[in-house]
């Protein structure tokens, strides 16, 4: 029955075939010469196409269309700040680096990051976020630029990164980036007063964006003018900030020798406020007055070379978490797999560490003695003497519900525990004027000119003054233990 069924098919099938049998034999004849056209034509079967209608719409210029047609935009997502993060943080878990995450981010505060703060984060691949300055359409008229009094202004506290360019123009070429709070000496400025022609003190000349500059010394890098500059006496006692000092330092230290820690070497572990120039830096510059602390000038040549740190493990927003965790380390400089830490330990073989960490704990407080503990652990374990220097900011107990003084309570417990040198900068810089901080509360002010490692007059009531001051005394404290004094 299937059969009977499939014989039409089968017919309707065979004459297909035929058909198309017919027509290849038809078009395999050999051509027809081109002196025939009647037979030329009738030879190819010319697909039937739908023509386009013979009238179009009216199209606009190019020109005009592309004026209409929207500008690329960046692309990015959004990530919402958890206890802990950082922009380090961030930027590892997405795969690009801390200047990346920096620049689509310019309004964000690197070393302050809260929960729930929105960081925006560019997807590899796509075009770039805006940096830091802002994109500027050329002016349709010459720029006026306008010659002013050499004025001494700053680099915003939070503007690390800032480009000094050739020219007053996001185009021009890049001849610097500039940390925050670099002194610059400004000469002129655009007359819309959004470029400022600046000089370093190294000579250096060049424009910056006048939004990122402290045009008011006296609002950021100096003392409040409620709270003017006054020359600051010699403490009474040359250790009165100095502490826990024992004889196990010394042992730590015969260790270290002894498995190739360098005697004359120190290290620093810290955040923003040691990655600042103004921190120690000076000294290997020549760039230093002991005033009234003479004293420390055999700890200056014992440790010359140390102080211009450039250390792996001083990073700006850099928390106790990250510090000896491998997956956040993406310097150049070190091993595959190896932490901060242990990378700076290994370039330096340090006999004696400073450890300056906190303030970007302050959101995660509860945790901070877990977090800390392993960092003295693993440098007592490579024989370097630890320091433990405290912070002078609060901002766990003023802005995290913290009880007062919480953070440094935790370096005083584990300096008595562990017997080891406290360095107390937090009391040192309380009789100072806005306590030695900038506007944010946490960032030392300098004095100017470069001066904070200068121990007499006003350069006294500046914040990373004191810090250096309480710094080099612990350091000197510490070598004269280590000696056998």
Known sequence: MIGNLLKPVIAVVALLAAAVVAAIAANSQPATPASSPAISMTLFVTPTVIQPPTETPDLAPVAAIEALAPMPTS?????????GDTLWDIAVRFDLSLDEIIAANPNVNPDWLRPGDLIAVPIPGTVQLPTSEPIVLPSPAPMVIVDTSPTVVWV?????????????????????????????????????????????????????????????????????????????????????????????????YQAGLATGNQPNVFAVVG?????????????DAGVYDLGEYQYLQDTVDAYRGSFRHNSVAAVVGINTTRLYNASFNDSP?????????ACEYRLKRPSVALILIGTNDVSNWQN???NYRPIIEYTLGQNIVPILVNKGDDLESSKYGAPFGAINAVVAKLSQEYGLPLADVHAAIQALPNKGFLSDGFHYNAPPGGRSVSFAGEAMAYGHTMRNLVTLQALDAVRRVLNGG
């Open 156 to 252: 915003a506290a939070d503007a690390t990164g800032l480009r000094l360019r050739e020219a007053p123009n996001t185009g021009a070429l890049v001849k610097l980036k500039l940390n925050g709070l670099t002194p610059l000496t400004m000469s002129g400025r655009t007359e819309d007063n959004a470029w400022l022609r600046v000089t370093l003190a190294d000579g250096t000349a060049g424009w910056v964006m006048a939004r990122y500059v402290d045009l008011n010394p006296t609002n950021n890098s100096a003392p409040v003018a409620a709270q003017p500059a006054t020359a600051f006496q010699p403490q009474p006692s040359p250790y009165v900030n100095v502490g826990g000092l024992t004889d196990r330092i010394r042992a730590i």
């Open 333 to 341: 400089n070190c091993s595959p797999g190896e932490t901060r830490l």
């Open 368 to 370: 901070f003695e877990a």
């Open 75 to 83: 692309r990015a997502t959004q990530v919402q700040v958890i206890a």
């Open 271 to 283: 955040d923003s406020n040691s990655v600042n120039t103004a921190f120690l830096s000076p000294i």
